[in-house]
Structures are given as structure tokens and as C-alpha cells.
């Protein structure tokens, strides 16, 4: 049962088309996250959802009720959407203090004082600022600003959290605390998020779905797993992880590697559905296995440890290869020829 | 390596005395010596004699006029300004850029010219619009009088309100637009954003904007002097001028000069120290992380209505007052109607060529600014060096000189070079071009130091150290890495000093000679004399030289941008 509904939204700005023709449906309850590197329309997406921008085609709903729709020229104010949203640039209020940031929304709904001031004081404890009730932003970490967006956030108790980047303003180690404390406040409260990152781990550790998008198109709405092991391209292999790809040739129903072909096919069956015999072989640094022999013969060109794991960057007919292996493996050293073998290849057309 | 070491700490405290002398020769010491004059009388203090001049019932008239008159000019600024800035960035109103420049106009023009020009149309007697109002609607009575308290701060206000105009709009537009999202988000309406948000988050640029007006309005000579002095009306700068005049320079009328101009150092001291407070408090955090366009207040039905309203503004205050000083200024006769026949342009050839007077008038301003620019500039580069880079011992006491001109009124400036420069120290320049120069280069000490030590800042130590590490000089550092990077601040010292010191009323009408009148001192004469028209026509030359002028510093300041 879908409850936040995008369909078929495009948005242009100028002659620039910043979102074209994207449809999602979120589940109530869901953690849904937009991915992609900036300038893929996900901010705007995520703003057109707010009310801050129009939508050129369209419509967006939320459960019964109609928020935006290009055909019916309607649109409701951000203000009467009743989300919560947390910017990346905290947007706190430098000339209110803690309670008075957090009370705002309330105020603004003009409830009693009584309830402002309980609604109030749960939200700050929610967020571990009841130390703090009486400070103003300046005074505090950019750890504890973002924790008062937080908090007057869930002040009104919404069905709805918009995130926009809001943990790329902290330093990583609290990046991850905050992944965290914004999963048990989704338990605690059963909103529903949508968040927008470009950071992939990020996504991967928060959401239950992912959508990648680029210049304004949706390439894959699934789930992180899926994302990480099913890319839908080329696109989404490279943007989610460390990638290698590899020109390979199709002869005779084997699959060889451009250059080495005489070292054997790294494939003997043809993967589903291919017409072309030029094919791209996407994989993964830590997904190639490094022997000595019975594979792809290659040349080991540099090697840095890194600590757990050695990073080397391995030569394969014209192309450079990097592999990750943990320390306890078999090493090789530069200059050392060595063999391949590929353990989940993914194919992709040829360039 | 040692005596090396050494060496080069000489050359720093080297520079340091010698710009530590130049700020306690051109600054320092006449502000002393007009508060020692003030206090003292014959080497002994005598504070009845302050109480005596304060007293008197037309100083102390004219310290309630500089209040009453700044009170109102700051007043009407802070709203007209606030008003404008809110319309160009962050509403829909049509042609926002090209209105936004409009709205800077009068900020390069002379105020004291606005008010020549406003005495033409709105005088009781000669004004061009009350005698068209008078004839059409067969009045007894002229409708305007611009002479007077009312005028005064209205014709002050149309050319001072871009302070805030200025300071509100480009904190409006650096704001974080998330601030007003977030309270939108949170169920907030426009106007209760505006309410409880934005003017909370603006109070600090809009202070600071208002005490500008405040801290110009209050030692401004050009607009009373025209609009007041007329009908027995002074401020603290036009009663000192008057005080001096009437009894030919005596020591009576410069020590009520000095009591004066004491209160005027004091007031603002105590504006700016009142500024750098409120800036200090109020520095919130609201510059933009990403930049986005913030959600414009869609006017609607009132859009034409405010586009008008705006267009009107500028019509009234800019185009009408200066087509009015080009109309006048080519006709025959002052008071004569304005028609072809009664037009010539002889006015300004007589002006520009044969006038002995206007001509050496126009030579001085250009001579004395431009010398007094460059002087200006290259001392502030140095002074600026040693507080913004220097580690060097004893810098504070440069750096508490280098605030001093910064709260310097011009009349303050011109007593003061007055008293330091006419014999007392053996050095007499009265009545020569170079008291003017000398206080020229105390009044706008301050432009330079300011553009220098703002382009000193842009340019990180490790610049220069990089350089020295690559095996240069101090001085080679200085000449190849340093002075390139801060050569668009230099130049922009140069064009800020050079334009204002151009049009420069205040200080040079009590410096001027009988042959070192300035443009702006020549005019101002003429206007007294009766000659309104050639006035006028000196006025239209005056307007001619800084158009160019501004837009010659658009095209230099913009190619050195692209330069860098």
C-alpha cells in the first residue's frame, strides 16, 4: 500500500531538465532514500515533495490527499504539508534558543502552552539535548545543531520526514552516530523518511529502499542489497562502490578478455540475452581472486598496504585492474606476473 | 643566520615607526590639538568656558538641530532603505536587477548638488515647481518650502538611504534561505516569517546601516548649509563654518570650533563603538552552506503598483533633481522658464574656458585628488601591511591609530589640520593647496586602510612564506607575490578616494584660499553669491566628471577582477 505518491513528476528549470518523468511510491513506515551525485535531481525531487518548487507535469499525494498537480494547477503551501524536514545547513535559528527553536512549529500551530511546553521538552529529550534547552546555537557543536533540526522535527509529531544531506555537515565518526539515533527515532515515532544523500554508504546503512537517479532519471528503485550486488548499469556499479571494468570479446560461445585471449576464456557461457561480441566485465577490487596460476594471466604494477587489506593495481591485456586482498593472503610484489579469476563477474553492454 | 635574523626585524619595527609617525602627524595630533584647545585655555583647563559656549542659545541650537536632523535622516532611511532592500531580493518585483543598481544611484551623487537642485524647484519664492503649481491652480501661497528642518532631512534622506539599502539587501541575499524554508516547513506563513524570522535575523545590518546615516548625518555640511543656513538654521558643521567666517578665522570662533567639533569626535566614537557591539552580538551564522534561491513573496495585483511606486522614487529623487541642475545651468537667466529661447550654452563654455575662477577650480579638485589618492593609497598599503601581516611588537598602538580616522567628521578633520598646520609648528599652509592636500589625506585614511587591509586578509600567510621558503626576500616577496595579489585593493583604494575627494564640500570649505577653491567649494560659493546658474552649470560639469568616473572604475575594477 503505497503512501507517498510521486507520478510521472518533471521539473524544468530553463532549458535544463532537472527531473524527468520519475514516479515513486513509498510505504508508510518506509525509509526511503534518493542517491545520486549532485546535479541528478534528487534535492529537487525531494524539494517539489516539500512544496519549495512547482512542478512543470504531474502530481504528488500523501495517503487520501492531493499536495501537488500540474493538470489540476494545484498546489498546497510548504506550510500546510505537515512534514518534518532537516536541511544540511541545520537551518537552526541563531536568535532563538534550544526550546524556542524546537517550540517553533508548535507555536506556529497555536496550541496551548502547556502542550508547546510537554511536546517541547520530549522532543529535546528524544534528541539528547536536555542539557541544552536553555542554550543558543552558537554556542553549541555542529553535532548539536543538527540534533535541534532533529528535534524540531519530530516536535509536530509528523507522518512524513523530509531529510535533505543531513549528515554531510559533521564530521565522519559522527556522521555514523547519527545514522543511528535517526533509525531509533523512526522506531520510536513510525514516521516515514524520504532522504537524500550522495554519500552510498550513507543510504545503504539507513534505507529499506534505494533510488539512484542521474541528470534527473531514475536508473534503479530497489533494495540496497540489490542495488550493491544487481546494478541495473554501468552507471550504478561505478557510483556505489569501487569498480574495475574490463573491454571483453565474445568468440565461439566463450567470453575472452581483450589482449590475453590466449590465457583462456574468463567465461565458457554466455551471459543471458547477448547479441554483441563486445561486452564490458564489471567487478569488484575485493571479488577478484589473485593466484599464481589456472587464470587470466596479468602483472602486478603497484602495491600499497592499507593497513587490514593490500591494494594492488594489476595490469590485464591494455587495461589497469585494482584488487583488494587481506593481509593474510598470498602476497605478490611489484613486477611479479600472476594469474586472475574473476568470482562474480557482471556484464555490461560493450562501449 | 643570527645577524640576518636581526636585520629583518629592524626593517619590520622600521616600518612600523614610520607608519606609526605618518598616522600620529596626519591624524593623531590634530585631533589632540582640537581637544586640547577645547579643554585648555593659556596652559590651564577650563571647563567653564565649554559650559559657556554649550550655552549659548544658537550652539546649542544648532546641537539640537545635528540631533534632531540625524534623528530624522537615520529614521527615514532605516525604513526607506529596509523597504527597497526586501522588494529587489525577495520579491517577485520585475526588473529587480536593474532596480537594485537604480536604487545606487544616489549614492555617487553629491548630496549637496541634490540640494542646490531641490532649492531650484521647491524654494517658496523661485522654486520652478511652485510657481507651475501656483499658476495652474492659481494659489496665493506657494504650496513647498524646502527651506528648513523638514527639507533638510528629506533631501538628506534620498541620498544617504543606500547605506541601508546596501547592508540590508546584501545580508538579505547572503541569508541561509533554508532559515525561512525550515520555518515554512514548520507551518509558518510569509508573514510570520518576515515577523519572527528574516527582520530578527536583519536587525544587525539594519543597525549597522542606520548608524552610518546616523554617523554621516550627523557632520554633514553640504545639504543644511544650502537648505538651512538661509533661514537661520545650523548643525554643528555649518555653525563652526559660520563662526569661523563671520569673524575672519579668530581664535574665539575656532575654539567654539573645537568645543564642537570635540562633541561631534564623541558622538561618533560612540556610534561606531555602538555599531562594532551590536555587530559583534548579533554575528549569526547565516551565510548559505549551498547556494538556493530563497522563496520569493509573490506580490501579485500589488506588483505594478510597487514596480511604479519604485520608479517613481527614483524619478522624483534622481532624475528630476539632475535634469533640473543641467536645465538651469544652461539657461540665461536664473528664474527665466525653460524654453529654447532662453537656452545657451555659453554658461558652460564660460565656466570651462574663460572663468578664471572655475577653471583653477576644476584644476585643484583634479590635482588634489588625484595626489592625495595616490599618497593615501600607497601609505594606507603600508599601514595596512604592518597591522594585517606584521608580528612586530607595539603594533596596537597602530592599530587603535588606524580606527582614529574612521570616526573623523570632515569639519572635525579641517580644524584640526588648521590648528596644526598654520605656523604653530613652524610649518605654515594656510591658505595653500596643500592644507587642502594634508586633509584630504587624514579624511580618507580610513577608505584605504579599510580596501587595503580587506585585500591583506584574502591573501593567506602561507602565500608569503612559500615565497620565502623558495629562497626570496622579504622584500622580494613583498614586490612579487604580495603586491600583485592586493593590487585590485590598492586600486580600488585609489578610485575611492579619488571620487569622493573630487566632489569633497565639508573640509575644503573652511581649508579654501582665495586661489584654492575646489569644485565643490566653487559651487557652493557661487550658490551663496547668487550665481545660481553658473552653479548650476558647475554643478552639470561636476555630474559629467563622476559618470565617467564611476563608469571608468566599472571597467578597470571589472578587468582586474577578471586578471585575478
Same mark, same amino acid.
Given at each position: 500500500?503505497?503512501?507517498?505518491?510521486?507520478?510521472?513528476?518533471?521539473?524544468?528549470?530553463?532549458?535544463?531538465?532537472?527531473?524527468?518523468?520519475?514516479?515513486?511510491?513509498?510505504?508508510?513506515?518506509?525509509?526511503?532514500?534518493? !542517491?545520486?551525485?549532485?546535479?541528478?535531481?534528487?534535492?529537487?525531487?525531494?524539494?517539489?515533495?516539500?512544496?519549495?518548487?512547482?512542478?512543470?507535469?504531474?502530481?504528488?499525494?500523501?495517503?487520501?490527499? !492531493?499536495?501537488?498537480?500540474?493538470?489540476?494547477?494545484?498546489?498546497?503551501?510548504?506550510?500546510?504539508?505537515?512534514?518534518?524536514?532537516?536541511?544540511?545547513?541545520?537551518?537552526?535559528?541563531?536568535?532563538?534558543?534550544?526550546?524556542?527553536?524546537?517550540?517553533?512549529?508548535?507555536?506556529?500551530?497555536?496550541?496551548?502552552?502547556?502542550?508547546?511546553?510537554?511536546?517541547?521538552?520530549?522532543?529535546?529529550?528524544?534528541?539528547?539535548?536536555?542539557?541544552?534547552?536553555?542554550?543558543?546555537?552558537?554556542?553549541?557543536?555542529?553535532?548539536?545543531?543538527?540534533?535541534?533540526?532533529?528535534?524540531?522535527?519530530?516536535?509536530?509529531?509528523?507522518?512524513?520526514?523530509?531529510? @535533505?544531506?543531513?549528515?554531510?555537515?559533521? @564530521?565522519?565518526?559522527?556522521?555514523?552516530?547519527?545514522?543511528?539515533?535517526?533509525?531509533?527515532?523512526?522506531?520510536?515515532?513510525?514516521?516515514?523518511?524520504?532522504?537524500?544523500?550522495?554519500?552510498?554508504?550513507?543510504?545503504?546503512?539507513?534505507?529499506?529502499?534505494? !533510488?539512484?537517479?542521474?541528470?534527473?532519471?531514475?536508473?534503479?528503485?530497489?533494495?540496497?542489497?540489490?542495488?550493491?550486488?544487481?546494478?541495473?548499469?554501468?552507471?550504478?556499479?561505478?557510483?556505489?562502490?569501487?569498480?574495475?571494468? !574490463?573491454?571483453?570479446?565474445?568468440?565461439?560461445?566463450?567470453?575472452?578478455?581483450?589482449?590475453?585471449?590466449?590465457?583462456?576464456?574468463?567465461?565458457?557461457?554466455?551471459?543471458?540475452?547477448?547479441?554483441?561480441?563486445?561486452?564490458?566485465?564489471?567487478?569488484?577490487?575485493?571479488?577478484? @581472486?589473485?593466484?599464481?596460476?589456472?587464470?587470466?594471466?596479468?602483472?602486478?604494477?603497484?602495491?600499497?598496504?592499507?593497513?587490514?587489506?593490500?591494494?594492488?593495481?594489476?595490469?590485464?591485456?591494455?587495461?589497469?585492474?585494482?584488487?583488494?586482498?587481506?593481509?593474510?593472503?598470498?602476497?605478490?610484489?611489484?613486477?611479479?606476473?600472476?594469474?586472475?579469476?574473476?568470482?562474480?563477474?557482471?556484464?555490461?553492454?560493450?562501449? | 643566520?643570527?645577524?640576518?635574523?636581526?636585520?629583518?626585524?629592524?626593517? #619590520?619595527?622600521?616600518?612600523?615607526?614610520?607608519?606609526?609617525?605618518?598616522?600620529?602627524?596626519?591624524?593623531?595630533?590634530?585631533?589632540?590639538?582640537?581637544?586640547?584647545?577645547?579643554?585648555?585655555?593659556?596652559?590651564?583647563?577650563?571647563?567653564?568656558?565649554?559650559?559657556?559656549?554649550?550655552?549659548?542659545?544658537?550652539?546649542?541650537?544648532?546641537?539640537?538641530?545635528?540631533?534632531?536632523?540625524?534623528?530624522?535622516?537615520?529614521?527615514?532611511?532605516?525604513?526607506?532603505?529596509?523597504?527597497?532592500?526586501?522588494?529587489?531580493?525577495?520579491?517577485?518585483?520585475?526588473?529587480?536587477?536593474?532596480?537594485?543598481?537604480?536604487?545606487?544611484?544616489?549614492?555617487?551623487?553629491?548630496?549637496?548638488?541634490?540640494?542646490?537642485?531641490?532649492?531650484?524647484?521647491?524654494?517658496?519664492?523661485?522654486?520652478?515647481?511652485?510657481?507651475?503649481?501656483?499658476?495652474?491652480?492659481?494659489?496665493?501661497?506657494?504650496?513647498?518650502?524646502?527651506?528648513?528642518?523638514?527639507?533638510?532631512?528629506?533631501?538628506?534622506?534620498?541620498?544617504?538611504?543606500?547605506?541601508?539599502?546596501?547592508?540590508?539587501?546584501?545580508?538579505?541575499?547572503?541569508?541561509?534561505?533554508?532559515?525561512?524554508?525550515?520555518?515554512?516547513?514548520?507551518?509558518?506563513?510569509?508573514?510570520?516569517?518576515?515577523?519572527?524570522?528574516?527582520?530578527?535575523?536583519?536587525?544587525?545590518?539594519?543597525?549597522?546601516?542606520?548608524?552610518?546615516?546616523?554617523?554621516?548625518?550627523?557632520?554633514?555640511?553640504?545639504?543644511?548649509?544650502?537648505?538651512?543656513?538661509?533661514?537661520?538654521?545650523?548643525?554643528?558643521?555649518?555653525?563652526?563654518?559660520?563662526?569661523?567666517?563671520?569673524?575672519?578665522?579668530?581664535?574665539?570662533?575656532?575654539?567654539?570650533?573645537?568645543?564642537?567639533?570635540?562633541?561631534?569626535? &564623541?558622538?561618533?566614537?560612540?556610534?561606531?563603538?555602538?555599531?562594532?557591539?551590536?555587530?559583534?552580538?548579533?554575528?549569526?551564522?547565516? &551565510?548559505?552552506?549551498?547556494?538556493? =534561491?530563497?522563496?520569493?513573496?509573490?506580490?501579485?495585483?500589488?506588483?505594478?503598483?510597487?514596480?511604479?511606486?519604485?520608479?517613481?522614487?527614483?524619478?522624483?529623487?534622481?532624475?528630476?533633481?539632475?535634469?533640473?541642475?543641467?536645465?538651469?545651468?544652461?539657461?540665461?537667466?536664473?528664474?527665466?522658464?525653460?524654453?529654447?529661447?532662453?537656452?545657451?550654452?555659453?554658461?558652460?563654455?564660460?565656466?570651462?574656458?574663460?572663468?578664471?575662477?572655475?577653471?583653477?577650480?576644476?584644476?585643484?579638485?583634479?590635482?588634489?585628488?588625484?595626489?592625495?589618492?595616490?599618497?593615501?593609497?600607497?601609505?594606507?598599503?603600508?599601514?595596512?601591511?604592518?597591522?594585517?601581516?606584521?608580528?612586530?611588537?607595539?603594533?596596537?598602538?597602530?592599530?587603535?591609530?588606524?580606527?582614529?580616522?574612521?570616526?573623523?567628521?570632515?569639519?572635525?578633520?579641517?580644524?584640526?589640520?588648521?590648528?596644526?598646520?598654520?605656523?604653530?609648528?613652524?610649518?605654515?599652509?594656510?591658505?595653500?593647496?596643500?592644507?587642502?592636500?594634508?586633509?584630504?589625506?587624514? =579624511?580618507?585614511?580610513?577608505?584605504?586602510?579599510?580596501?587595503?587591509?580587506?585585500?591583506?586578509?584574502?591573501?593567506?600567510?602561507?602565500?608569503?612564506? #612559500?615565497?620565502?621558503?623558495?629562497?626570496?626576500?622579504?622584500?622580494?616577496?613583498?614586490?612579487?607575490?604580495?603586491?600583485?595579489?592586493?593590487?585590485?585593493?590598492?586600486?580600488?583604494?585609489?578610485?575611492?578616494?579619488?571620487?569622493?575627494?573630487?566632489?569633497?564640500?565639508?573640509?575644503?570649505?573652511?581649508?579654501?584660499?582665495?586661489?584654492?577653491?575646489?569644485?565643490?567649494?566653487? &559651487?557652493?560659493?557661487?550658490?551663496?553669491?547668487?550665481?545660481?546658474?553658473?552653479?548650476?552649470?558647475?554643478?552639470?560639469?561636476?555630474?559629467?566628471?563622476?559618470?565617467?568616473?564611476?563608469?571608468?572604475?566599472?571597467?578597470?575594477?571589472?578587468?582586474?577582477?577578471?586578471?585575478?
Amino acid at each position: 500500500m503505497s503512501y507517498v505518491k510521486l507520478q510521472n513528476i518533471t521539473k524544468r528549470f530553463g532549458s535544463v531538465v532537472a527531473v524527468n518523468d520519475l514516479s515513486i511510491e513509498i510505504e508508510k513506515g518506509e525509509c526511503f532514500s534518493m !542517491l545520486g551525485p549532485s546535479g541528478c535531481g534528487k534535492t529537487t525531487t525531494l524539494r517539489m515533495l516539500a512544496g519549495f518548487e512547482d512542478l512543470d507535469e504531474g502530481e504528488i499525494s500523501v495517503g487520501e490527499q !492531493l499536495f501537488s498537480s500540474s493538470h489540476k494547477g494545484y498546489y498546497l503551501p510548504p506550510e500546510k504539508r505537515n512534514f518534518g524536514m532537516v536541511f544540511q545547513a541545520f537551518a537552526v535559528w541563531p536568535h532563538l534558543n534550544v526550546f524556542n527553536n524546537v517550540a517553533f512549529p508548535l507555536q506556529i500551530r497555536g496550541l496551548s502552552r502547556a502542550e508547546i511546553g510537554e511536546r517541547t521538552k520530549s522532543a529535546i529529550l528524544h534528541t539528547g539535548l536536555a542539557r541544552y534547552e536553555n542554550a543558543y546555537p552558537n554556542e553549541l557543536s555542529s553535532g548539536q545543531k543538527q540534533r535541534i533540526a532533529l528535534a524540531r522535527a519530530i516536535a509536530i509529531n509528523p507522518a512524513v520526514m523530509l531529510l @535533505d544531506e543531513p549528515l554531510s555537515n559533521l @564530521d565522519p565518526k559522527l556522521r555514523e552516530e547519527m545514522r543511528f539515533e535517526i533509525k531509533d527515532l523512526q522506531r520510536k515515532f513510525g514516521f516515514t523518511i524520504v532522504f537524500v544523500t550522495h554519500d552510498q554508504s550513507e543510504a545503504m546503512a539507513l534505507s529499506d529502499r534505494i !533510488l539512484v537517479m542521474r541528470d534527473g532519471v531514475a536508473q534503479q528503485i530497489d533494495t540496497p542489497l540489490n542495488i550493491y550486488t544487481k546494478p541495473a548499469n554501468r552507471f550504478i556499479f561505478s557510483f556505489i562502490g569501487l569498480s574495475n571494468f !574490463l573491454p571483453v570479446v565474445v568468440k565461439k560461445g566463450s567470453v575472452y578478455i581483450e589482449g590475453v585471449e590466449d590465457s583462456g576464456p574468463v567465461s565458457k557461457t554466455l551471459p543471458d540475452g547477448v547479441s554483441s561480441d563486445r561486452l564490458t566485465l564489471a567487478c569488484r577490487p575485493s571479488e577478484v @581472486d589473485l593466484v599464481k596460476s589456472g587464470g587470466v594471466k596479468a602483472i602486478v604494477k603497484r602495491k600499497v598496504y592499507l593497513g587490514e587489506i593490500i591494494d594492488y593495481r594489476i595490469m590485464v591485456g591494455g587495461t589497469e585492474v585494482r584488487v583488494q586482498k587481506g593481509r593474510r593472503s598470498t602476497h605478490f610484489a611489484e613486477g611479479d606476473t600472476c594469474c586472475l579469476k574473476f568470482s562474480r563477474p557482471i556484464w555490461y553492454p560493450g562501449d | 643566520m643570527l645577524g640576518r635574523y636581526i636585520k629583518s626585524v629592524g626593517i #619590520a619595527e622600521l616600518l612600523l615607526a614610520l607608519s606609526v609617525l605618518i598616522l600620529v602627524v596626519v591624524v593623531a595630533v590634530p585631533v589632540l590639538l582640537i581637544v586640547w584647545t577645547a579643554l585648555f585655555v593659556d596652559g590651564q583647563l577650563n571647563i567653564k568656558d565649554i559650559v559657556m559656549v554649550l550655552s549659548e542659545p544658537d550652539t546649542y541650537e544648532a546641537l539640537k538641530n545635528s540631533l534632531v536632523i540625524a534623528g530624522g535622516v537615520t529614521f527615514l532611511s532605516t525604513i526607506i532603505g529596509v523597504f527597497f532592500a526586501w522588494l529587489v531580493s525577495r520579491t517577485d518585483l520585475p526588473f529587480k536587477n536593474t532596480m537594485k543598481l537604480l536604487f545606487l544611484i544616489p549614492f555617487m551623487l553629491p548630496s549637496f548638488i541634490g540640494a542646490l537642485a531641490w532649492k531650484m524647484l521647491l524654494s517658496p519664492r523661485s522654486g520652478y515647481v511652485n510657481k507651475f503649481l501656483m499658476n495652474t491652480f492659481g494659489l496665493e501661497d506657494s504650496p513647498f518650502d524646502i527651506y528648513g528642518l523638514i527639507g533638510i532631512i528629506a533631501v538628506e534622506t534620498m541620498y544617504l538611504f543606500p547605506f541601508v539599502f546596501i547592508q540590508v539587501s546584501g545580508a538579505l541575499e547572503r541569508m541561509d534561505p533554508t532559515l525561512e524554508e525550515s520555518a515554512r516547513i514548520s507551518g509558518a506563513g510569509l508573514l510570520t516569517i518576515t515577523r519572527k524570522i528574516t527582520l530578527p535575523l536583519m536587525l544587525p545590518s539594519i543597525v549597522a546601516g542606520a548608524l552610518l546615516v546616523a554617523l554621516y548625518s550627523l557632520a554633514h555640511f553640504g545639504v543644511p548649509a544650502i537648505l538651512g543656513t538661509e533661514v537661520g538654521i545650523y548643525n554643528i558643521p555649518t555653525k563652526i563654518y559660520e563662526r569661523i567666517y563671520q569673524s575672519a578665522g579668530s581664535f574665539d570662533a575656532i575654539r567654539t570650533g573645537t568645543i564642537l567639533s570635540s562633541i561631534l569626535v &564623541i558622538s561618533a566614537g560612540l556610534i561606531l563603538y555602538a555599531q562594532s557591539f551590536i555587530l559583534k552580538a548579533g554575528r549569526f551564522q547565516v &551565510i548559505a552552506g549551498k547556494s538556493m =534561491r530563497p522563496t520569493l513573496l509573490k506580490l501579485r495585483g500589488l506588483k505594478m503598483p510597487l514596480l511604479v511606486l519604485s520608479i517613481l522614487y527614483i524619478a522624483i529623487t534622481v532624475i528630476l533633481p539632475t535634469v533640473t541642475i543641467f536645465m538651469v545651468g544652461s539657461l540665461k537667466t536664473y528664474g527665466l522658464e525653460f524654453n529654447l529661447e532662453n537656452m545657451t550654452l555659453d554658461n558652460l563654455t564660460y565656466i570651462l574656458f574663460d572663468w578664471k575662477m572655475t577653471k583653477d577650480a576644476i584644476w585643484n579638485s583634479f590635482y588634489l585628488s588625484l595626489a592625495a589618492a595616490f599618497v593615501t593609497m600607497l601609505v594606507g598599503t603600508l599601514i595596512s601591511y604592518v597591522i594585517v601581516k606584521m608580528k612586530v611588537r607595539g603594533k596596537f598602538i597602530l592599530e587603535f591609530l588606524g580606527v582614529l580616522p574612521f570616526s573623523l567628521p570632515g569639519t572635525v578633520i579641517a580644524l584640526g589640520v588648521i590648528l596644526m598646520w598654520s605656523g604653530k609648528f613652524g610649518i605654515n599652509l594656510y591658505n595653500t593647496a596643500w592644507i587642502i592636500f594634508v586633509a584630504y589625506v587624514a =579624511r580618507y585614511m580610513a577608505f584605504s586602510l579599510k580596501s587595503n587591509s580587506a585585500a591583506l586578509e584574502q591573501v593567506h600567510d602561507s602565500l608569503e612564506e #612559500a615565497a620565502r621558503a623558495c629562497g626570496a626576500t622579504h622584500w622580494q616577496a613583498l614586490k612579487d607575490i604580495v603586491i600583485p595579489l592586493i593590487k585590485p585593493g590598492m586600486v580600488a583604494a585609489f578610485f575611492l578616494i579619488f571620487l569622493p575627494a573630487l566632489r569633497e564640500l565639508t573640509t575644503s570649505v573652511l581649508l579654501y584660499g582665495p586661489t584654492t577653491r575646489t569644485i565643490g567649494v566653487a &559651487i557652493y560659493t557661487l550658490n551663496e553669491d547668487g550665481e545660481t546658474v553658473y552653479a548650476a552649470a558647475l554643478a552639470s560639469i561636476a555630474l559629467v566628471i563622476i559618470v565617467v568616473g564611476q563608469l571608468v572604475i566599472k571597467r578597470i575594477t571589472r578587468s582586474n577582477v577578471e586578471g585575478v
